[in-house]
Nanobody
Framework: VQLQAFGGGLVQAGGSLRLSCAAS????????VGWFRHTPGKEREFVAAIVWSGGRTNYADSVKGRFTISRDNAKNTVYLQMNSLKPEDTATYYCALAWRWDDGMDYWGKGTQVTVSS
């Protein structure tokens, strides 16, 4: 499974970005799709996740109320809408798939850089 996250960029604090995660040659059906972020010198951080079947979502406390994860079945794509961005949201964002969440992520995509200027 090849995952690709895209949609990152440079935005001012308070602004918005929408990230997308697509899989080539594979459906998300049956998986949980997660977004994570990483900043050099820090541990990778969970951001949000969505269960493809049913659409149940979960968010890190740091992004609740600002970020929204969603899916488009027809496009086999997961989105992360990021609003009210803060400089501390600056990171490389990755999407990943898990068949069983508690067993860890099975597939990781290449990241996309998000930079929020103050």
């Amino acid at each position: 499974v090849q995952l690709q996250a895209f949609g990152g960029g440079l935005v001012q604090a308070g602004g918005s970005l929408r990230l997308s995660c697509a899989a080539s040659g594979h459906t998300f059906s049956g998986y949980t799709v997660g977004w994570f972020r990483h900043t050099p010198g820090k541990e990778r951080e969970f951001v949000a996740a969505i269960v493809w079947s049913g659409g149940r979502t979960n968010y890190a406390d740091s992004v609740k109320g600002r970020f929204t994860i969603s899916r488009d079945n027809a496009k086999n794509t997961v989105y992360l809408q990021m609003n009210s961005l803060k400089p501390e949201d600056t990171a490389t964002y990755y999407c990943a798939l898990a068949w069983r969440w508690d067993d860890g992520m099975d597939y990781w995509g290449k990241g996309t850089q998000v930079t929020v200027s103050s």
